[in-house]
């Protein structure tokens, strides 16, 4: 048991499973989320995410393992046992009810008294910015408007923790920007501890205290955003982060790639694999490995420029303003720490530790 479960507004998830017939759509994870945290369970569809979501929400029983809320196994308890809030995809509004109403809906379920709720919902509504907006119907609201009407009757519950599952996806992109800063703004103030599930690796990095990679149902990486980023422990988990995600090349086309040009080169065998982020990734007319431009992208600031390695491929993040053309031979070269290496049979990455966790012996 973590030193976390102490704390009420932690979940710690125990080799939680969850099985359909011979399908299993969570295997055996086990994850910490410290209270006050907002932990985000990123992954492509199907790989767990909103099952482990649902699980921890009590919608879904669990096949196997522990749930812990506040250090209490809430395995089968109903959700409403379990002290959360929920924000779904689709908001779940009643189109009937004025906004004042859908937020004030589960207090007066709970039968809480009309002064209280009068407060809450005043309280809500000044954080939210909405307090004009508690007379109209959810059709006459936008839909960052009504996402804010989700988000005011999970403030109103005044749970400790609070699960969302894709509240952004039906937003348009500027939308979704301004929602994520408002979102872990609300989190941070009110110390909400939150679980947010997102198939969109932006919403992650940019929000998350803790991302969890999930991938075929089990637990590819978790970690902060820059260490996911920085040093993935796979090869799944580096391609799917960042925007190109890192190149992966055969340590076998960097060595014919460098014959005769003095290119330092990771310390791996040719069986091996290579990852570099493109905007590690710099121009040289005369060390490094040959390389030809296949293809150029203009993004405005920046150019994503295609380069052909020995038949694999490496894009590069250069200046938008280049003057490279397609076909043009030159040299790629990197700051020597930068390479990581994974093994190829397994994916994962071949040295596990930080070049900042190096401890230099003082004698």
């Known amino acids: 048991m973590s030193a976390f479960t102490a704390d009420p507004k932690s979940v710690e998830l125990v080799h939680l499973t969850k099985s359909w017939g011979g399908l299993k759509a969570v295997d055996s994870i086990s994850l910490s989320i410290p209270g006050g945290s907002f932990t985000v369970l990123l992954g492509p569809s199907g790989c767990g995410k909103s099952t482990t979501l649902r699980l921890i929400a009590g919608l879904e029983q669990a096949s196997a393992g522990q749930i812990l809320i506040g250090g209490k196994d809430v395995t089968?308890?109903?959700?409403?046992?379990?002290?959360?809030?929920?924000?779904?995809?689709?908001?779940?509004?009643?189109?009937?009810?004025?906004?004042?109403?859908?937020?004030?809906?589960?207090?007066?379920?709970r039968r809480v008294g009309r002064a209280e709720r009068d407060e809450r919902l005043k309280k809500a509504a000044d954080i939210l910015g909405i307090s004009a907006l508690l007379d109209r119907k959810p059709s006459q609201l936008s839909g960052g408007q009504q996402?804010?009407?989700?988000?005011?009757?999970?403030?109103?519950?005044?749970?400790?923790?609070?699960?969302?599952?894709?509240?952004?996806?039906?937003?348009d992109a500027k939308l979704r920007h301004e929602m994520r800063v408002e979102i872990r703004g609300l989190q941070?103030?009110?110390?909400?501890?939150?679980?947010?599930?997102?198939?969109?690796?932006?919403?992650?990095?940019?929000?998350?205290?803790?991302?969890?990679?999930?991938?075929?149902g089990q637990i590819e990486q978790?970690?902060?955003?820059?260490?996911?980023?920085?040093?993935?422990?796979?090869?799944?988990?580096?391609?799917?982060?960042?925007?190109?995600?890192?190149?992966?090349?055969?340590?076998?086309?960097?060595?014919?790639?460098?014959?005769?040009?003095?290119?330092?080169?990771?310390?791996?065998?040719?069986?091996a694999l290579a990852g570099l982020r493109p905007e590690d990734i710099h121009l040289s007319q005369e060390n490094g490995v040959h390389a030809r431009v296949a293809a150029l992208e203009y993004l405005g600031a920046d150019t994503l420029a295609t380069f052909d390695v020995s038949g694999e491929r490496l894009v590069a993040r250069v200046p938008g303003q280049t003057s490279l053309k397609p076909g043009e031979d030159l040299k790629l070269t990197w700051d020597p720490a930068k390479p990581l290496t994974f093994h190829k049979d397994t994916g994962k990455r071949r040295c596990s530790f930080k070049p900042e966790e190096l401890q230099l012996d003082p004698a």
């Open 76 to 109: 089968f308890a109903s959700p409403t046992e379990r002290n959360l809030a929920m924000v779904f995809q689709n908001y779940a509004l009643f189109p009937h009810l004025s906004v004042a109403e859908n937020i004030l809906f589960g207090l007066k379920v």
């Open 188 to 216: 941070q103030e009110l110390g909400l501890t939150m679980v947010y599930v997102t198939h969109d690796q932006t919403e992650a990095i940019t929000m998350a205290d803790q991302v969890v990679l999930l991938n075929n």
């Open 222 to 271: 978790a970690a902060t955003p820059h260490d996911l980023y920085t040093y993935p422990e796979t090869v799944f988990a580096a391609r799917f982060i960042g925007t190109p995600p890192m190149n992966i090349i055969s340590m076998a086309a960097l060595v014919e790639a460098s014959r005769d040009t003095g290119a330092v080169l990771p310390d791996a065998p040719d069986t």
């Open 147 to 171: 996402q804010r009407m989700a988000l005011g009757r999970a403030i109103v519950s005044q749970k400790p923790i609070c699960l969302m599952d894709e509240p952004l996806s039906n937003l």
